[in-house]
């Protein structure tokens, strides 16, 4: 430790070190030496007061006007500086994210008004739908309602209709409430026809054939039949499709007579 | 004094300058004028030292020196940085003459400075010489070495007695002795 101290005293590191003409690692060594050695210290504070009593002894009366130029950029820098401080008041910060809030805030609520608009027209579709499904469903339950009216009201005739020797296989019953003005028809089984024909019920009324529709196999289901005053009996013929004017004996598969009141 | 200087600094307050002019203004404008030796070009190092010292006040580290000592540093290399601007300037310019006599009148020098200048003459010339070019010419020992036509080991000799022989000389009670001498005489 001591070779090295000497070492640096002996050198012109120390000197260097006062003029600030050393490199970083050179820096690090002399301040470690500092630190640790007290001869390097009590040096090194000799070299700086020497160098200020050696400046000193080349003194020259300054003049004012550097001074006053000095403290006049010092005025500028300092209000320039304050005036960049100025020119971004908390205020103006506060209206930007304010602003910059409110937009995210407006971009967020039109996408949530855009979602919610796509559900309610769906909503709306549903209910729409529902709508038409409730009125076709009321419907549906009035028909039944008429139609088991018609079987449970006492006042009901029931008519069992069987088919002739051309339509073996037709097995229907027929029920009729002339009070309600009421009438139906089940139709259990309906024979194998060409394609060109077609089961049609008939109400003879003051003698004249009147054609209630076509009769299809509705597996068992009860349908209605239009009801039709002074009817004598109805009948069900075999006949060629679109023919509803008039049905002729030939074609004549079933037939039942009205009972009386 | 010192520390006041850099606590008013360090504040940013104008008056840290105004003291650090009055107490250092001579001596570091004395050491521009010395490295530039042209008053104009000493007054802007003056004043760009200064914005320095007033801008990096916060780099100042009083563990590592003396305030002077960090002062000096700066004035010194920023003397030298103008030095040779304007001679990179004045080589791609037309050449003029320069003199090397220093245009200093007597009116501008301090006179609490005229003691010390005047012993510092009683300093052997070989001494000086090698500490205005250490410390004002901006030379290495090596370089001053070979400037000079010295020796390595007589700089560094010279430097370090050259110094010791300048404290004897600025030492309060040896400086009484020579004004009572030179009184005296």
């Not at chain 2, 200064?50 to 010194?76: A, E, G, V």
């Not at chain 2, 500490?131 to 000799?157: D, V």
Request: proline fraction near 2%; include cysteine; glycine fraction near 4%.
């Amino acid at each position: 430790m001591k070779n090295e101290v000497k070492i640096l005293l002996e050198s012109d590191l120390l000197e260097r070190y006062l003029l600030g003409d050393v490199s970083y690692q050179e820096e690090v060594q002399v301040e470690h030496f500092i630190d640790t050695s007290e001869e390097v210290k009590v040096a090194y504070n000799t070299l700086e007061e020497n160098l200020e009593i050696y400046s000193k002894s080349f003194a020259v009366k300054a003049p004012e006007t550097v001074l006053d130029n000095v403290l006049e950029s010092i005025k500028t820098e300092t209000h320039t500086v304050d005036s960049n401080k100025r020119s971004i008041p908390w205020y103006f910060i506060a209206a930007c994210v304010t602003t910059l809030l409110f937009g995210a805030t407006t971009v967020t609520l039109w996408k949530q008004n855009r979602l919610l608009s796509t559900t309610n027209n769906s909503v709306a579709g549903q209910i729409e739908n529902l709508k038409e499904d409730i009125v076709s469903t009321n419907a549906r339950l009035e028909n039944m309602k008429s139609k088991y009216a018609v079987l449970s009201d006492p006042e009901t005739q029931k008519y069992l209709i069987n088919g002739n020797e051309r339509a073996k296989n037709l097995r229907t019953v027929a029920y009729v409430n002339p009070k309600e003005r009421l009438s139906a028809i089940n139709v259990l089984s309906v024979p194998d026809l060409p394609e060109d024909k077609e089961l049609k019920m008939w109400a003879e009324i003051n003698g004249e054939m009147v054609c209630l529709g076509v009769i299809e196999k509705a597996d068992k289901k009860l349908m209605a039949l239009p009801f039709k005053d002074n009817a004598s009996n109805y009948k069900i013929t075999i006949d060629s499709k679109g023919n509803k004017d008039f049905a002729s004996i030939d074609s004549e598969v079933a037939s039942i007579t009205l009972e009386k009141e | 004094m010192e520390k006041n200087i850099i606590d008013l600094l360090s504040k940013q307050d104008e008056k840290g300058m105004a003291l650090l002019y009055d107490h250092y203004g001579d001596t570091l404008f004395g050491v521009a004028y010395k490295i530039t030796k042209d008053e104009d070009l000493a007054k802007d190092v003056l004043q760009i030292s200064l914005m320095k010292i007033w801008k990096k006040i916060d780099t100042y580290d009083s563990k590592k020196s003396k305030l002077f000592t960090w002062m000096f540093r700066i004035t010194r290399n920023t003397a030298i940085d103008k030095i040779r601007s304007a001679n990179l300037k004045s080589d791609q310019e037309i050449q003029i003459e320069v003199s090397n006599v220093y245009n200093l009148g007597v009116e501008s020098v301090n006179p609490e400075h005229l003691d010390v200048r005047k012993h510092l003459g009683s300093l052997d010339e070989k001494y000086q010489v090698v500490m205005e070019a250490l410390f004002f010419e901006g030379m290495t020992q090596q370089e001053a070495s070979e400037e000079l036509g010295i020796p390595l080991g007589t700089i560094k000799s010279r430097l370090k007695i050259g110094l010791r022989e300048l404290r004897k000389i600025y030492d309060p009670a040896t400086l009484s002795i020579l004004l009572i001498l030179t009184m005296l005489i």
